[in-house]
């Protein structure tokens, strides 16, 4: 199972970025997903996440800015990022716990990750 991250890049506080995480291999499911971001010298944090149910949860930091969403068709995330900070300054990564085919077990998994910079 790969994860691949994109959509990252430089962006002026308040614009705006989509990140997209493409899931490929083989694969029976997708329970939940996941963003997390780490800026240099910090410790790797939960942005949002969303379960099977599409219900979804979010740092403080993001509420009211950010939106998680999914697409089980495509095996893909999505982190709609709105009147973003410097602050929000990060790499991004996603991340996945999947189910493989003949496992009932679930496997995180992790994608390569994605630089998001906003300048003020």
């Known amino acids: 199972v790969q994860l691949q991250a994109s959509g990252g890049g430089l962006v002026q506080a308040g614009g705006s970025l989509r990140l997209s995480c493409a899931a490929s291999g083989s694969i029976l499911r997708i329970n939940d997903w996941a963003w997390y971001h780490q800026a240099p010298g910090k410790q790797r944090e939960l942005v949002a996440d969303i379960r099977s149910s599409s219900s979804a949860d979010y740092a403080d930091s993001v509420k009211g800015r950010f939106t998680i969403s999914r697409d089980d068709a495509k095996r893909t995330v999505y982190l709609q990022m709105n009147n973003l900070k410097p602050e929000d300054t990060a790499v991004y990564y996603c991340?996945?716990?999947?189910?493989?085919?003949?496992?009932?077990?679930?496997?995180?998994?992790w994608g390569q990750g994605t630089q998001v910079t906003v300048s003020s």
């Open positions: 991340q996945a716990r999947v189910v493989v085919p003949t496992s009932n077990y679930e496997y995180i998994y």
